[in-house]
């Protein structure tokens, strides 16, 4: 079973609407949660988020974390084509383990 | 400049043949990662290496190997053993004690034909 489970798995938007994106994941030993955008090559990082509750934003993205429902979400705003990516999920747990990634979400703008 | 190798970018190679992926960093990391990509799919873990001369299963590991002789490199072996192994291959590495804290390579694009 996925312990970590991003939702939709793809999405198409038109230029100018906006999206949002899901993750929930299991609480075991949760740490943090982090976003990242792909480009068709490497990952790049969006956001961290370890507390509840506590907005994160960078231009026309936004991010929060639920501990109690055990979710976070992506927002983004006044979509581009630029935006179209896919968009990972992952979770840190305690110790030394390795971060849990989502499949992913694929989102296309289209002009 | 600090920062993670990979190499080639891209890679082809015939079906049944071994390949190996090359990974180094200087950022002087402890922990180094290997990650299968497939089309339009997340990341999946192959193995894993938290310090010199150890390194463990992923995921996906079946198909693989690896090895850890010295803490800048972390080659990933491709073994004809892998049933269907044309995939985008990304290395990563993070700090000790800092998982959520990873630095991606480039990626290396194997195609088998």
Not at chain 1, 64 to 76: A, V
Not at chain 1, 78 to 100: E, F, H, R
Not at chain 2, 1 to 25: A, H, M, W
Request: charge should be positive.
């Amino acid at each position: 079973e996925d312990k970590v489970v991003q939702s939709p798995l793809s999405l198409v938007v038109h230029e100018g609407d906006t999206v949002t994106l899901n993750c929930s994941y299991e609480v075991t030993n949760f740490r943090s949660l982090l976003w990242y955008k792909q480009e068709k090559k490497a990952p790049t990082f969006l956001f961290m988020l370890t507390s509840s509750g506590i907005e994160k934003k960078s231009g026309r993205l936004s991010s929060i974390l639920d501990k109690k429902e055990l979710f976070s979400i992506l927002n983004i705003t006044a979509t581009q084509t630029g935006d179209s990516a896919i968009y990972l999920c992952a979770v840190g747990y305690a110790g030394n383990t390795p971060l849990v990634f989502g499949k992913g979400t694929r989102l296309s703008v289209i002009a | 400049d600090g920062g993670i190798t990979q190499s080639p970018k891209y890679l082809f190679r015939k079906e049944g043949q071994n390949v190996t992926l090359s990974c180094e960093q200087n950022l002087n990391h402890d922990a180094m990662y290997w990650y299968r990509q497939d089309p339009g799919q997340g990341l999946r873990l192959i193995y894993y290496s938290q310090i010199v001369n150890d390194f463990q299963k992923g995921d996906i590991a079946e198909g693989y190997s690896v090895s850890r002789e010295k803490k800048e490199s972390f080659p990933l072996t491709v073994t004809s053993a892998q049933k269907n192994p044309t995939a985008f291959y990304l290395c990563a590495s993070t700090p000790q004690g800092r998982t959520d804290t990873q630095y991606f390579g480039p990626g290396t694009r194997l195609t088998v034909l």
